[in-house]
C-alpha cells in the first residue's frame, strides 16, 4: 500500500489541525493505522493507532483528550484531528500500516511496514 499524508501547516498554539492519510492499492481495511511524529533533533515517536475496523484506538499519554485519530474504509483514508495544539507537538507527522492483518496493538515502527512521505507541523506560541 502507498501513503500520502496532507494537512500540515503552521498554526498558533492553542489552534487545530486535520491530518489526513490517502492509502492506494490493497489490504487497507483489513490493517490497522498509526501516526508517528518527529521533532527536530529527536527520534521518531509515536502518536496514535486506530485499529482495522476503527472500533479500537490508542494514543501515547501527551495527545490524550487533545488529538482523535479515525479511518473511513470506504474512502482508504485515516485522519488525526488535533486540537488545543501546543509547540511541543512541531514536528513531521507519518501515516504509517502496522504490518499484519487484525493485529492486537503495537505501537513500535518496527511493526509498520508503510509509511507516507510526513506532512509538517509547526505550532507557535
Known amino acids: 500500500v502507498q501513503l500520502q499524508a496532507s494537512g500540515g501547516g503552521l498554526v498558533q498554539a492553542g489552534g487545530s489541525l486535520r491530518l489526513s492519510c490517502a492509502a492506494s492499492g490493497r489490504r487497507f481495511s483489513n490493517n490497522a493505522m498509526g501516526w508517528f511524529r518527529q521533532a527536530p533533533g529527536k527520534e521518531r515517536e509515536f502518536v496514535a493507532r486506530i485499529d482495522w475496523s476503527g472500533g479500537s484506538t490508542y494514543y501515547t499519554d501527551s495527545v490524550k483528550g487533545r488529538f482523535t485519530i479515525s479511518r473511513v474504509n470506504a474512502k482508504n483514508t485515516v485522519y488525526l484531528q488535533m486540537n488545543s495544539l501546543k509547540p511541543e507537538d512541531t514536528a513531521v507527522y507519518y501515516c504509517?500500516?502496522?504490518?499484519?492483518?487484525?493485529?492486537?496493538?503495537?505501537?513500535?515502527?518496527?511493526?509498520?511496514?508503510?509509511w507516507g512521505q510526513g506532512t509538517q507541523v509547526t505550532v507557535s506560541s
Open positions: 504509517a500500516q502496522d504490518s499484519r492483518p487484525y493485529s492486537a496493538v503495537r505501537t513500535t515502527e518496527a511493526d509498520f511496514a508503510s
